[in-house]
């Protein structure tokens, strides 16, 4: 759309670049021959055996998503389109839509179509619950029409997450619908959490885990300041660098005191970044197919696991990560990021981290095609 006047208008050229960009997905990243796109359409497919159609309509892009939990795909698709549209093309804005929800009473999508900027801002003032179709004088119920809409996605309760990962935990190797599911939620949560604070990445690493040096003398209830050892990971692989480094506990290990009421000033954060590395963890090992020890992924998830009991000892069980996450600001919303945060604790941390190893254990910093910046291991740096 034309941003001065706004009259519709055309990204010519948009598709090749979307072809090359989420080459990652296409239908033959493994074998050319069984890619399917053309000039004004392309279909993808995830990780997850979630399938994606793109196909240029007059001046619109149209994206349709068929898995268990379509979210995910469609939230990562609609960022990479408005993103290119807004970088490349001068002079265009790229407006999120969504159409009308079984018109005419027909179980089809119809062609009145709602932007969704506006649909959500009418919910948050409460003003109607309903729109009328300007095609066939239909009223349209928001909540139903905003659930074609990533940006308006509900967030995804981290304990029930948890739960339900831990039941397929051990059964990575089986596909399902199920595990389809849980696995695009679980894919999702960690985009979230890297989203949360984009901005401070661009000092420093957002990842690590945490536990006391001393554990056996530590009591999570009453103590006022004690020494943790932290460890960094790599964003791209999911993984602690001392995996990624053979065993090395010199590079991205550090030894920090910390005070308590830091600790709760920053758990909130802790919280969900403690319950997302341990779902990720097992299915990063298990996607790189890594020669990882038993004995050490244990340790690994033991080492999270404490993290976590420290957490909601210090923090309290009855502690919502919604505090952390908040709502967003309308900017946000467009981009489909429903997460906020002041970033001042992982200031804080950054600031420790330099003082200790300004070169935060060999993590490279690299920016990805969004223009967002990641702190990865040296090997994975020429991906970028």
Known sequence: MDASNGQSASAEGLFYQLIVRLHKYSLGRADYNASVHWQRGLVLEDE??????????????????????????????TREVKFLVESFWEGLRCDVMVPCIKPMRKNTPGTGLFEVEKLMDSKRKEQTMNFRVPVCNEWQDIDALLRNAPAATQSISLGELQSEF?????????????????????DKTYTDLLQVLTDEAKEGPRLFSFFPVDRSAFNPKTWIREKFRLVLWCEHSRLPLPVLNNGDMKKGVY????????????????????GTLGMVLPVASSAVKLALDETAYKLIEEQLDFGKSIIDATLGETAKIGD??????????????????????????????????????GLVRVMNKRQEFLWVHEKFAGEY
Do not use: C
Not at 48 to 68: C, M
């Open 48 to 77: 997850y055996k979630s399938r994606a159609f793109l196909e240029h309509v007059g001046n619109d892009v149209r994206i349709t998503v068929r898995s268990p939990y379509p979210e995910g795909l469609l939230g990562m698709l």
């Open 255 to 274: 030894d920090l005191e910390l005070e308590r009421e830091w600790f709760k000033k920053a758990s909130p954060y802790l919280k969900f970044l403690t």
């Open 166 to 186: 831990a039941a397929i935990k051990d059964k990575l190797d089986e596909v399902n619908v199920t595990s389809r599911r849980i696995l695009s939620q679980v």
């Open 324 to 361: 952390f996450l908040g709502t967003a600001d309308s900017t946000n919303l467009e981009h489909g990021v429903a997460l906020r945060s002041d970033g001042s604790t992982l200031r804080e941390l950054h600031a420790l981290l330099k003082a200790k190893d300004p070169g935060f254990g």
